[in-house]
C-alpha cells in the first residue's frame, strides 16, 4: 500500500474534520438546497457522507458484497435530522479507528475486483473512500458557497479552518 496504515487513518481522520467544520458552516436554510431538482439535498449529502465511508471500509476489509451493509446504513442515515447527522460524522473519527485498528498489512494487500478492474484493497480504499471523500466534501463546500457562503475560501476546504484574518497596517 501506498500509505501505511497510520497514514490512511489520519487522512480519513482529517476528512471528518475538514467535514465537520464545512458543516458548522450550514445555516438551517441552507439543508434543502439542491443545485437541481435530481441532485441530493445538502441534507440528503451530509447524510450520504455519514454513511459512505465508513461503509465502504467496511466493504474493502471484509471483501462482502452484501447490499444489506449499505440499506441499513442508508436506512438509519435516512432517519436523522441534522445534528444527528453531523453527531454521525464526528463519530466517524473513532470509528475509523475501529474499522483500521486491528487489519493486518496482507488484508491491504489483497486483490479484489473493483470499478476499473482489480485492484488492491488499500488502493480501493484509497481510490473510493479517502478521494470520495474529498470529492463529496468540496461538493458541500460548493453548496455552500451556492447558498451565499461568500466568506469560504480554500482554507475552509482544504484545511478545515477558516483563513486569517488579514494583517492590519
Known sequence: MVLTKAELLAAL???????????????????EYRPTPKQRSTLELLRYLSIMGPTFVEYGITGSQDPEIWNRAAAAADAR??????????????????????V????????RSGI???????????????????????????????????????????AGMDAPAPAVS
Open 13 to 31: 481522520q482529517s476528512e471528518v474534520r475538514i467535514l465537520l467544520h464545512l458543516a458548522d458552516k450550514i445555516d438551517p436554510s441552507m439543508l
Open 81 to 102: 435530522d441534522f445534528a444527528q447527522t453531523v453527531a454521525a460524522i464526528a463519530a466517524q473519527h473513532d470509528g475509523y479507528a475501529r474499522l483500521l485498528g486491528d
Open 104 to 111: 493486518p498489512d496482507d488484508v491491504f494487500r489483497r486483490e
Open 116 to 158: 476499473s478492474g482489480v485492484t488492491s484493497t488499500g488502493a480501493s480504499l484509497v481510490n473510493v473512500v479517502l478521494c470520495g471523500c474529498a470529492a463529496y466534501r468540496t461538493q458541500l463546500f460548493l453548496y455552500l458557497k451556492a447558498c451565499g457562503r461568500e466568506d469560504l475560501g480554500t482554507m475552509n476546504l482544504w
